[in-house]
């Protein structure tokens, strides 16, 4: 999975997204493009071939935000069928020589260390979980080390980190997330924060009832973002050691992309603070003026959330309309060689990111629109590649997949290499379910005769798991003759 391809290939998005029911779990997408040019859809096709959800996908799905505004000719980008985004989330240009894609676990674990050694201003890290064991501990003595460091240098530094992790995955077992990060907290208790978000949807009985594993259905804490200074890593892989030894994932590493940075910086902030606070005796404390995500009203509660990570969503947005405005439109508009002269050494972009939210507890569904948009749009000549450790796709999802005139080639995890596969009681059978649902989906697509079109594929490597998930769109051209 490759968001920035450059050669024969004409990209259109890069979006990641999980292929369960909408749920109650916390994540963004990321939905990365370059340069390109894209007519819309006919619909022109016999309709005895296409699926009947096809001709009421646009009726059910979410109504596509329009563009307020011509569109701009001046900029880089020109005309591109994904201005519409920049409606919904805010628009990052940067240039590709500044996107990496990482191939291998342990590349992503040394990255990681490497970037924490460097960090002088600030670390950022949301996931679902730290994993207990000895690379985890390295990780998190790599923590220690830096903020030592930034505590003895000759002008000491400003250095802050923020951990975000989920409260029920994060709190599993006596050894566990919160234990790892304790002695964190103790020693610098000025510099660390950790913050364990609690789904609003766990309360009550429910709460008191469920135990220990079972009670992670309910809803988590889904994002995963490592962030240092003003370098970013996204991916799927949480900080466990099987994410950094032999489990298959994705990883973007944006590098020197501090409009990013910052943003993602606000955003773990604003889920933050409406986690609750671990303390360094292992106890947990909600923000001040905050509504309390169990035990207080869960609309308000939820209303605050919605408002807080709203405001970072338009808050950026708005400072990113406006830089586009000053890069691209103002009547001072200078020349690269110009910016170049003036100090600013950063390539031109040719590629643009738009952070997807999903919330669905605080009613933030940005990524089911644009995702479920980005495949009703799917055009005949375009083929679309899916990946998931995890087949169970939406009934609207499946839709728009059977309905569309695109090539799809989905990529699943075997049951070998399921996370799941060889676990004790109710885990284990976890990976036969999800054969069953593949198997289901497979034969209606062969009872729709779509077999050539809808492509299944299984990830098997041994001793090696899956993870990834994602979704690439593009249109293959024919290279003109040299």
């Given at each position: 999975m490759c968001p920035v391809v450059k050669g024969q290939l004409s990209p259109l998005a890069l979006l990641e997204m999980t292929f369960s029911p909408a749920s109650s779990s916390s994540s963004f997408s990321l939905c990365v493009k370059e340069k390109t040019w894209f007519s819309g859809p006919s619909l022109n096709e016999s309709p005895s071939v296409?699926?009947?959800?096809?001709?009421?996908?646009?009726?059910?799905?979410?109504?596509v935000p329009q563009v307020t505004s011509p569109p701009c000719c001046l900029c880089p980008e020109g005309v591109h069928r994904f201005q519409w985004i920049r409606n919904l989330v805010p628009e990052f240009g940067v240039s590709s020589s500044h996107v990496s894609v990482l191939s291998s676990p342990t590349e992503f674990f040394e990255l990681m260390k490497g970037q924490i050694k460097a960090a002088r201003r600030r670390v950022v890290m949301a996931s679902l979980y730290l994993g207990t064991g000895p690379l985890e501990q390295?990780?998190?003595?790599?923590?220690?080390?830096?903020?030592e460091k930034s505590l003895q240098a000759k002008f000491p530094s400003d250095l802050k980190v923020s951990i975000l992790l989920d409260f029920t995955r994060g709190?599993?077992?006596?050894?566990?997330?919160?234990?790892?990060?304790?002695?964190?907290?103790?020693?610098?208790?000025?510099?660390?924060?950790?913050?364990?978000?609690?789904?609003?949807?766990?309360?009550?009985?429910?709460?008191?009832?469920?135990?220990?594993?079972?009670?992670?259905?309910?809803?988590?804490?889904?994002?995963?973002?490592y962030l240092f200074d003003n370098s970013v890593?996204?991916?799927?892989?949480?900080?466990?050691?099987?994410y950094f030894t032999n489990r298959q994932d994705r990883y973007v590493f944006l590098q020197d992309c501090p409009e990013i940075a910052d943003f993602f910086t606000e955003l773990v902030d604003a889920v933050g603070d409406v986690s609750l606070q671990l303390q360094g005796d292992d106890t947990v404390q909600v923000v001040e003026g905050m509504v309390h995500p169990y035990?207080?009203?869960?609309?308000?509660?939820?209303?605050?959330?919605?408002?807080?990570?709203?405001?970072v969503i338009n808050s950026a947005r708005t400072r990113q309309q406006m830089l586009?405005?000053?890069?691209?439109?103002?009547?001072?508009?200078?020349?690269?060689e110009d910016a170049a002269a003036a100090g600013d050494r950063r390539p031109a972009p040719d590629t643009w990111i738009y952070p997807l939210i999903q919330m669905k507890p605080f009613e933030i569904q940005i990524d089911e629109i644009v995702t479920e948009t980005l495949l009703t749009e799917a055009e005949r000549g375009a083929k679309v590649y899916l990946t998931t450790g995890?087949?169970?796709?939406?009934?609207?999802?499946?839709?728009?997949?059977?309905?569309?005139?695109?090539?799809?080639?989905?990529?699943?995890a075997s049951p070998e290499v399921n996370g799941f596969f060889g676990a004790k009681g109710v885990a284990g059978a976890i990976p036969a379910a999800y054969v069953h649902i593949e198997q289901q989906?497979?034969?209606?697509?062969?009872?729709?005769?779509?077999?050539?079109?809808?492509?299944?594929?299984?990830?098997?490597?041994?001793?090696?798991?899956f993870h990834a998930k994602g979704q690439f769109t593009g249109t293959w051209r024919p290279r003109s003759p040299s």
């Open positions: 296409l699926s009947p959800w096809l001709l009421l996908a646009p009726l059910l799905s979410p109504a390295e990780l998190v003595d790599c923590l220690e080390s830096t903020l709190s599993r077992g006596r050894k566990n997330s919160r234990t790892m990060l304790l002695p964190l907290l103790q020693r610098f208790p000025e510099q660390v924060r950790v913050s364990l978000f609690h789904t609003p949807n766990l309360r009550g009985l429910l709460r008191l009832l469920i135990p220990e594993r079972f009670n992670e259905t309910i809803g988590l804490q889904h994002i995963k973002v890593i996204l991916s799927g892989a949480n900080l466990s050691d099987s035990r207080g009203d869960r609309a308000a509660y939820c209303k605050a959330a919605n408002k807080r990570v709203m405001d586009h405005t000053q890069t691209f439109h103002s009547d001072s508009l200078l020349t690269h995890y087949f169970n796709l939406t009934q609207a999802y499946m839709d728009l997949v059977l309905g569309t005139r695109a090539e799809y080639q989905i990529l699943l989906f497979f034969s209606e697509v062969c009872s729709l005769g779509q077999q050539a079109r809808v492509q299944l594929q299984e990830y098997w490597r041994r001793g090696w798991t």
